[in-house]
Structure formats: structure tokens, C-alpha cells
């Protein structure tokens, strides 16, 4: 999940406005918080712990979807296929990796 929708999520969750977050966060107006929420902009570390603390989360659980797709060993390819994974279903990602494995073996077979 991205950060956008995970802020957007938690917004929502605790019940906080744009205008409750920026009041939380230092150095953000309503306009940068909105941005976030909108995908627009990244918050800045000390932003991302702010969030942290105004959402009673982990800065790691705000982060993890944004460190894996800042990942430079990833082709943005890579990153499109596990972002199209991630939104199937458990099924669906199951047959998925059969699929992936089944091709994974004919060419080491080859």
C-alpha cells in the first residue's frame, strides 16, 4: 500500500482532519498535507516520525511501502509486477506463482 493511501487510511481511522495533521506535523500547512494524502509530495523524515506519533503507528509501517518502491535494484517493471500482485486476490496471487514457477523451470530445462 502506498503512503498516500496508507495516511489516507489512518486519517480516516482516527478520525483526524487535514487540518488536525498539519496542526500535528511540524513544518506542514494544510496544503503539504493534503498533498501527501493526494500522492502529490513525500513527507520528510521528521514529518514521517510526526506521523508516526499522530497516528499512534511505527514510522516503519508508514515507510515500508515507500522504501520497497525506492528500491534501486528493482526495474520500474519489477515494481509495476509486484504493485499488479499485490491488488489480486490470495487465489489469484497463488496461481500467479505456479504460473511463475512452471516458466522458471522450462527455461532452466533449456
Known amino acids: 500500500m502506498s503512503i498516500d493511501t496508507t495516511l489516507r487510511l489512518l486519517s480516516k481511522t ?3 482532519t487535514v487540518a488536525d495533521i498539519a496542526t500535528a506535523i511540524p513544518r506542514a500547512g494544510i496544503g503539504t498535507v493534503n498533498a ?3 500522492g502529490e509530495k513525500l513527507p520528510g523524515r521528521d514529518q514521517v516520525e510526526a506521523l508516526a506519533r499522530a497516528f499512534g ?41 505456479e504460473v511463475a514457477r512452471s516458466m522458471k523451470t522450462r527455461v532452466t530445462r533449456k
Do not use: C, F, I, N
Not at 77 to 91: I, M, Q, S, V
Open 57 to 97: 503507528v511505527p514510522a516503519g509501517a508508514l515507510l515500508s511501502e515507500l522504501a520497497s518502491t525506492l528500491d534501486p535494484a528493482r526495474t520500474k517493471g519489477e515494481h509495476e509486477l509486484l504493485a499488479a500482485y499485490r491488488a489480486l486476490g490470495t487465489r489469484q496471487q497463488g496461481a500467479l506463482l
Open 36 to 38: 501527501w494524502l493526494k
Open 14 to 16: 482516527r478520525g483526524l
